[in-house]
């Protein structure tokens, strides 16, 4: 039960992103589904809760459940973040692997991640297009105690999905502290900007079930071609 | 009982926002919160289910519902983002009205809002100051027809006003958040350069129908604001 609503979740919502419903808005009745997934009403409402909860669409009373607005291009939703290849699709998300080594946690770090003074850490530099623009340059923190064995094979694909397929325990939470900054020269090279250009500076910290970080990443966002979304609900 | 939930989550809430918790990073059971509540264990799981849903808190198996890292200085939580007030104290919050004026929609404002083009709304812009210092530049337009805003309304919360006086319920907003150069204008309101970054906030307020009471934007002053989003994936 538990994770029979998940999959059902996972389903539709590849549908909405997929343009499953575009035409009418709407999702699917209760019924219509029950019958497509072959499970009880229980776990389909459950799975719209969800969808509910992480803004897709929105219930209105005796009329069924709708789609929320349509998302701008190139936007990417911060209830859905972990993974910019799935949410981006079909549009191509291309990545180039700008550093793979391990580090000794510094100060600034060990503090960050949790971790003692020179702890082992993965550092990883990635620089990100969308339909090959660039989108974000991104530098995460591994704590290596966690990983099991992280190759450079899987710093150039999806983090997240290694992260979730791999460890035994995937990342539950991510907190993030978003601003504005100017960006640097390193930073500017690589997204194709003019130094001291604006950029969306987001600080993300991923985490088990239980508290501990995984993860800490820096993403700069290209301040023209990517924007952040957030669907908040009041109900 | 659906009321009686989201007071509950609403009082919560506040005890963690007012730091109730911060010693024990932890909340109290759902027996001590039934007891507090005089309500149902019910309905005390639907309230930290919500919390839980929002980022304040995660729940471990046989051990309680632990809070999150839910405060960093000076940075406003997402899911708040209304209320400004509320994350920000005890720093003065203040407002000055910049412009007061009624529009016709053009195109692109009549698509984001959902009407016809010609349509009259009612615009006005806003700085809003922290301790006498510009925090940010809101720009905000309702279909006149609809939303009757007066200039006094201005100077204090509107989304109270709307919600008390004209019985509109704000049901979602959506954001669109982006780093922007700021235009001449914004970045004089601002006391920065023109050129200088600014943290853009479009927002689509809609009622329970989907249908857009407000649209506009924020563009904040980019050292005096940073965001907090908490993901959860429970």
Redesign the interface.
Known sequence: MGTKYKEVFTAIEKDILDGRYDATRKLNTEDAYIEEFNVSRNTIRNAIDLLI?R?YC?P?QGSGV?L??KK?AY?YD??N??SLTNYMAPLQVTNELLEFREIPANEEMAKRIEVPIGSPLYYVVRMRYVDHKPYVYETLFFNKVLMSDFAFDDAQGSIYDYLNNKMKQ?????????????IDLEEARNLQLVLG????LVDG?CMT???DIIMFYTQI?H?EN?????????? | MRIKFKEIYDSIEADIRGGVYDGSHKLLSEDEYADKYDVSRDTVRRATDLLIARGYCFPVQGKGVFLRRHKIEGAVNLENIGGLTQDLLPHEITSKVILFTEVLADKALAENMGCAIGTPLTCFERLRLIDNEPHSFETIYYVSSRIKVSEDVLNGSIFQYIKSNLKIVLAMTDFVIQAVKLTPREADLLDLKPGDPGLRFENFGMDRKGEIIHYGWIVYHFKKMRCLKMVSFL
Do not use: H, W
Request: hydrophobic letters at 45%; charged letters at 20%.
């Open positions: 909860k803004g929105f209105i709708f929320r607005r701008p936007g911060l209830e973040i972990n995937p990342i539950t939470f991510i907190d993030l502290v978003i601003q504005v900054a100017r250009d604006p950029c969306l910290y079930r239980t508290g966002f301040y990517a924007r952040l979304l957030k669907m908040a609900s009041y109900f």
